[in-house]
T-cell receptor, first 111, second 115 residues
Framework: DQQVKQNSPSLSVQEGRISILNCDYTNSMFDYFLWYKKYPAEGPTFLISISSIKDKNEDGRFTVFLNKSAKHLSLHIVPSQPGDSAVYFCAASFGNEKLTFGTGTRLTIIP | GAVVSQHPSWVICKSGTSVKIECRSLDFQATTMFWYRQFPKQSLMLMATSNEGSKATYEQGVEKDKFLINHASLTLSTLTVTSAHPEDSSFYIC???????????FGPGTRLTVL
């Protein structure tokens, strides 16, 4: 039972444009969401997070939006840069319990 | 800050042997460490959670006698894959947290290949 889903396995975006990565979840108990970036053969690196009491959190070029009614969150990267090419995982947790990860989206930024 | 290392980064072993992977938090004390495995093009799956000085808590479906976890200090946890088989070949990633599940810092991972 995949409680956190990233339905797009890959995404290609032109450099300088906006990258939008999507994530859906099924467990309404989740109250904390995170995005991680991962390069091949490396561990994930934390990018940005959001609590369920908010609907938006911004950090530089990265913004995460949370739509609780739709059980959907998205990560916006503006402007996209070549170094952003990586696999992005969303993750969710509730009650400060374990993280449940999505399957990842491979983002490729085209110069 | 918040650096987590893993050793080795890559290991090849013969079927039936045991392999130990170390996870260290280099600049902070980790009250909790986590072990994940990732198959190609799949999600990170939590295997177990360990707290220093106590037994690890294993996720459903993870054999605790096969994947031995020791969290001997606040900066070191080890995962031993015993009697490894080819199906154990995977990418193993540890993470460490100084505070809570929501604040995890990941190691670079260990690629295990069992021949």
């Amino acid at each position: 039972d995949q409680q956190v889903k990233q339905n797009s396995p890959s995404l290609s975006v032109q450099e300088g444009r906006i990258s939008i990565l999507n994530c859906d979840y099924t467990n309404s108990m989740f109250d904390y969401f995170l995005w991680y970036k991962k390069y091949p053969a490396e561990g994930p690196t934390f990018l940005i997070s959001i609590s369920s009491i908010k609907d938006k959190n911004e950090d530089g070029r990265f913004t995460v939006f949370l739509n609780k009614s739709a059980k959907h969150l998205s990560l916006h990267i503006v402007p996209s840069q070549p170094g952003d090419s990586a696999v992005y995982f969303c993750a969710a947790s509730f009650g400060n319990e374990k993280l449940t990860f999505g399957t990842g989206t491979r983002l490729t930024i085209i110069p | 800050g918040a650096v987590v290392s893993q050793h080795p980064s890559w290991v090849i072993c013969k079927s039936g042997t045991s392999v130990k992977i170390e996870c260290r938090s280099l600049d902070f004390q980790a009250t909790t460490m986590f072990w994940y495995r990732q198959f190609p093009k799949q999600s990170l799956m939590l295997m177990a959670t360990s707290n220093e000085g106590s037994k690890a808590t294993y996720e459903q479906g993870v054999e605790k006698d096969k994947f031995l976890i020791n969290h001997a200090s606040l900066t070191l946890s080890t995962l031993t894959v015993t009697s490894a088989h080819p199906e154990d070949s995977s990418f193993y990633i540890c993470s460490a947290s100084p505070t809570s599940f929501n604040e995890q810092f990941f190691g670079p991972g260990t690629r295990l290949t069992v021949l």
